[in-house]
């Protein structure tokens, strides 16, 4: 196949790789503050050892953690795919026209947005509601908006809604404020992600703005999308995983609030009867997608299901710095090209650079749960390749290797060879 | 050079098929390198064949392990017990992709920064006093793959002043240049090796070292005007002899 021409999409960066970089940078700077090396490296072995139990077991696991939600009175629906996760979801709103949302990685996968646009869709997270004002796409899984400039945004502000808000953070955290409240107050639907469920039957959401507080409790009803490879066996090991997100995503030695939700709000203060609903939701739903993970679960890329959507591999990716979206699908990078893989085809995990990733294992050195996303990516191509799927290059080097014993091929004396395709 | 001599086992130099045929220099380099530290080692020219780590990363194990076979089944006829190599992938690929791919793999393995760092401490050999600052490259495959990050460094400091990067040893970011990428998408190649360089200049070390010579030619040809040198160019060459 043709190499992909990357010219245009490395050039339009530019200015992005300016304002994104540096944020990236302090990441690794404050983690360095809170863990030194040695205390890093304890940490990611036992997060690894979490994640590797909770996942070899995730049969008998997901059973016990449905049982115990529904205990808990939390209605746990399955969904096979994207298609199946919406269809649930819009059942669950009926007829309710305003719904509010935080971020997650797992609803921009089912492209939620979309199916829901004759709905009044709110994202209350800060970077995606500024997305949204731009109609873009998220840059990174927890910087959404950071390519923006104050500048920009007041000027979409104006734009969007006709109010004159200062080119300033403080004023335009300020506006978005006092406009997200109104709709949270109204809204009768609340929908969010969730980053850990325990087996014991808790939900665990991790986050620093307070709307997923708000979005999870003010809503009459409160909907988690999730995936089962965020099951962990107890609520000890779900809240290392907690810490684990905040260090290892932006550098924080913890998130400012942790929602634990164990089901509906309720009380027992008259006349000890037992009410379901009191101030936060009155129903709890919890979709569990599958999305070909369990077709992961069952390869030799199950490793990629210890992922907690951290980012840390993407903040010192050669590649990521260079084409940011460009690489990958729903995720950024090499989890997306592998995902793309399963979810659509070769060709495809192909064109979202399957043959980008120069194997340099920086990732593997940043992630809190030790995937090795470079091994990941030689097991991928290998199996692109068995479908002939590779870059001409690739195919041009094998053959030299073959017949020539050297990835160059034929070398006439005193000649240098134009291209360098080595290790 | 080294006479075969099947009983006590001979060191082989494996230069790699990039400094084999296109960084030669480096290769010279090195074979007056181990001559001056006194290691008696043989080459085995067009006889051996590709490492297979070029292979091995663009998903053709078939090809990988025909080639291991290939080179183990030479070494062994030429009563190899010890390679030498200069290049990081070659290195990484013998001592850690061979046992998994050759069950009877029994042939030790040495970075050649490692030789060197260690003839340096007996007093063998010396590098050139460049009395400059000088930042390091740590190679992918020399550093985070195989946990090599004192020996060149060792090395830089008895040439000039080490001035490390933002982004260094088991955090180095890659130049851009590995697993095909320079071939298959040579801009983004370029670019990343750009963003490298930078890093480099912002320590103001006036010479950007590494230890491989794909980071070395790839940091070279985007250079902007940085010095880059491989490590075997801080010790003396012929014509200074």
Redesign the interface.
């Known amino acids: 196949m043709k190499p992909l021409n990357l010219t245009k999409e490395i050039e339009k960066n530019e200015k992005t790789k300016k304002e994104i970089l540096p944020i990236m940078y302090s990441y690794k700077e404050r983690r360095d503050k809170i863990l030194n090396e040695e205390e890093k490296e304890k940490f990611r072995e036992e997060l690894r050892r979490i994640k590797e139990k909770a996942i070899d077991g995730i049969g008998e696991l997901k059973k016990r953690t449905i049982r115990n939600l529904e205990k808990n009175g939390i209605k746990v629906i399955e969904a096979k795919d994207s298609k199946d996760a919406n269809k649930k979801i819009k059942e669950i709103i009926g007829k309710e026209k305003l719904v509010i949302k935080s971020k997650s990685n797992t609803i921009n996968e089912i492209n939620l947005n979309e199916a829901l646009k004759d709905k009044e869709l709110i994202e209350t997270d800060l970077g995606d509601f500024i997305v949204q004002i731009f109609e873009g796409k998220e840059i990174h899984p927890v910087l959404p908006s950071a390519d923006l400039t104050p500048k920009e945004i007041s000027k979409k502000i104006k734009e969007k809604f006709g109010k004159d808000v200062q080119a300033d953070p403080e004023e335009i955290v300020r506006f978005i404020r006092g406009y997200l409240r109104e709709k949270m107050y109204e809204a009768k639907i609340g929908i969010t992600g969730a980053n850990v469920i325990s087996s014991d039957g808790s939900i665990f959401i991790l986050e620093n703005e307070g709307n997923i507080s708000l979005t999870s409790r003010i809503p009459d009803k409160h909907i988690i999308l999730t995936s089962f490879d965020k099951i962990v066996s107890s609520r000890e090991d779900a809240l290392k995983i907690v810490k684990a997100g905040a260090i290892f995503g932006t550098g924080q030695d913890y998130p400012v609030y942790v929602n634990i939700i164990s089901g509906p709000s309720k009380t027992a203060d008259i006349q000890d009867k037992l009410i379901t609903g009191a101030q936060g939701a009155r129903e709890v739903y919890l979709i569990l997608l599958d999305n070909k993970r369990s077709k992961i679960l069952n390869s030799e890329f199950k490793e990629l299901l210890y992922c907690i959507n951290c980012g840390a591999c993407l903040n010192f990716c050669p590649v990521y710095h260079q084409i940011f979206r460009r690489y990958g699908s729903d995720f950024p990078g090499v989890k997306g090209v592998i995902i793309s893989y399963f979810k659509d085809s070769g060709k495809n995990a192909y064109k979202n650079g399957a043959f980008f990733c120069t194997t340099c294992k920086q990732c593997g050195e940043n992630c809190p749960m030790k995937i090795d996303l470079s091994e990941l990516i030689r097991k991928l191509r290998k199996q692109l390749s068995d479908k002939k799927i590779a870059p001409d290059t690739v195919i041009e080097m094998v053959k030299n290797v073959r017949q020539y014993g050297n990835p160059f091929g034929k070398l006439e004396e005193g000649k240098v060879p134009k291209k360098l395709y080595c290790c | 050079m080294g006479i075969l001599n099947l009983f006590g086992g001979n060191t082989l130099y494996y230069p790699?098929?990039?400094t084999?045929?296109?960084a030669k220099d480096l290769g010279e380099n090195y074979k007056r390198i181990l001559d001056k530290i006194g290691i008696d080692f043989i080459v085995l020219r067009?006889l051996?064949?590709?490492c297979?780590?070029?292979?091995?990363?663009?998903?053709?194990?078939k090809?990988a392990r025909e080639?291991a076979k290939?080179n183990f089944k030479l070494f062994k006829e030429r009563g190899v017990k010890k390679i030498i190599t200069s290049?990081?992938?070659c290195f990484h690929m013998f001592n850690k992709n061979y046992p998994q791919l050759i069950k009877k793999w029994d042939i030790k393995v040495e970075h050649i920064t490692q030789t060197i760092a260690r003839a340096i401490k007996k007093g063998k050999i010396n590098t050139k006093k460049l009395n400059t600052e000088i930042t390091y490259h740590d190679p992918?495959?020399l550093g985070?793959?195989e946990g090599i990050y004192e020996e060149p460094r060792e090395i830089i400091k008895k040439a000039g002043n080490l001035k490390e990067m933002?982004?260094a040893r088991?955090?180095?970011?890659?130049c851009?240049?590995?697993?095909?990428?320079?071939?298959?998408?040579p801009?983004?190649?370029d670019?990343?090796a750009k963003?490298?360089v930078n890093m480099a200049k912002e320590t103001n070390a006036k010479v950007l070292c590494t230890s491989?010579?794909?980071c070395y030619?790839?940091l070279k040809e985007n250079s902007g005007g940085l010095e880059v040198k491989e490590i075997s160019q801080l010790f003396e060459d012929r014509k200074e002899k």
Not at chain 2, 52 to 61: M, S
């Open positions: 790699g098929c990039l084999k045929f296109v067009d051996e064949v590709c297979g780590n070029p292979v091995l990363n663009a998903g053709h194990e090809e080639l290939k290049c990081p992938a992918c495959h985070r793959y933002k982004l088991n955090y180095s970011f890659c851009g240049g590995g697993s095909g990428v320079k071939s298959n998408q801009n983004l190649a670019s990343i963003e490298r491989c010579p794909m030619l790839h």
